[in-house]
């Protein structure tokens, strides 16, 4: 690297998969930028080392994947949004510290935004079926957009419980079952489960609803979830994943470079392909260093016959 190249990348682990590295180095050649975005594969016990260090290794910034969105808190100083969702995704420096934020707010609604403009006018509930890192990020997004009930629906309901507990009465938890009953009053559906993703079980829904509901997935691979597909076979209107990693790429492009870079069409198009040309991704040869073998957890939800 010669002086004065910038350098940001993505911690995570495993990084291979990240379609990060794609997004920005198209933006950082469309701009002319003497920089390069890259993969860097840290462990868990290693991030916040690898953290501390982020400038002697010559980077003016990083995004923040699996596993360590919430141990970035701990090394940054977080924004106030990363606070309230309780992970962070983007660190860049400002005034010689290392601050943190969660772009997956703004990358959610503006690919709301974007793919079903209005969705958001007069909206009364909404349902999000998970309660991890994406779905915190969801919450406190249709919270800001003054959507006046979000049930939040999850395999574990403590989880669920805990979200509500934090963003108030607003929030309500509700169960597997009652989401056909609850479909029908309201306006968004949002998935932020990993169900529908390749190598994942399928999200097992029966989409009984208005024409008025709009659907969302945070799954982008495959491009097209089988929610999407079934939401699109009833003539809804949706938003997907894909278009929300795009969009929450922008931020942190913002914070690095200064430069505010638009989504475009070849863009998508360029992510598109690579989605659709390449297998699904493999555990990497970096996960070989990692220690005990998971137990494949079961799924409750299949189990429990979730036939809303
Ligand atoms: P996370 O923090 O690990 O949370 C996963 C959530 O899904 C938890 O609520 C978990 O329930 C639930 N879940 C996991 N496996 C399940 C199963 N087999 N059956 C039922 N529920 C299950 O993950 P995350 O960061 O929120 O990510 C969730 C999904 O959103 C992933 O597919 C991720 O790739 C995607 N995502 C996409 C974007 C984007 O830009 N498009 C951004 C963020 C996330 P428990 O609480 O019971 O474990």
């Known amino acids: 690297m010669t002086d004065g190249r910038k350098a940001v990348c993505v911690i995570g682990w495993p990084i291979a998969h990240s379609r990060s590295p794609l997004i920005h180095n ?4 469309q701009h002319g930028l003497d920089a390069e975005y890259r993969r860097e594969a ?85 349902i999000v079926l998970g309660a991890g890192g994406g779905a915190r990020a969801v919450v406190f997004a249709l919270l800001s957009r003054d959507v006046e009930r979000v049930y939040v629906i999850n395999r574990s309901p403590e989880r669920a419980a805990a979200l509500k507990k934090q963003f108030g009465a607003r929030v309500q ?24 993703m390749t190598g994942q079980p399928p999200l097992e829904i029966n989409l009984r609803c208005p024409p008025s509901l709009v659907v969302a997935d945070l799954v982008y691979d495959p491009l097209v979830t089988g929610l999407l597909a079934a939401a699109r076979e009833r003539g809804l209107r949706t938003a997907d994943g894909l278009g929300m990693l795009l969009q929450q790429a922008v931020r942190g492009f913002e914070l690095w470079f200064g430069i505010r870079p638009q989504v475009t069409a070849e863009l998508r198009a360029l992510l598109e392909a ?3 040309q390449h297998l699904p991704p493999r555990p990497h040869a970096e996960m070989k260093r990692q220690a005990a073998p998971v137990k494949p957890r079961r799924n409750k939800l299949r189990r429990g016959g979730f036939s809303a």
């Not at 100083?77 to 601050?99: H, I, M």
Request: charged share 20%; glycine share 12%; aromatic share 8%.
């Open 173 to 196: 938890v509700a169960r597997w079952e009652e989401t056909t009953g609850l479909l029908g009053g309201a306006g968004l559906l949002v998935n932020a489960t990993p169900l529908g």
């Open 26 to 29: 198209y933006w950082i050649k």
């Open 42 to 126: 840290v462990p868990p016990g290693e991030f916040e080392a690898f953290a501390a260090r982020l400038r002697e290794r010559g980077y003016i910034g990083a995004n923040v994947t699996v596993p360590h969105k919430q141990a970035a808190l701990n090394v940054a100083s977080p924004d106030d949004r990363a606070r309230a969702v309780g992970a962070a995704n983007a660190l860049w420096y400002e005034d010689g510290s290392l601050r943190a934020t969660n772009t997956d707010v703004e990358g959610f609604l503006a690919n709301l935004d974007a793919a079903t403009p209005g969705w958001d006018r007069g909206l009364e509930s909404a």
């Open 274 to 276: 690579d989605l659709t």
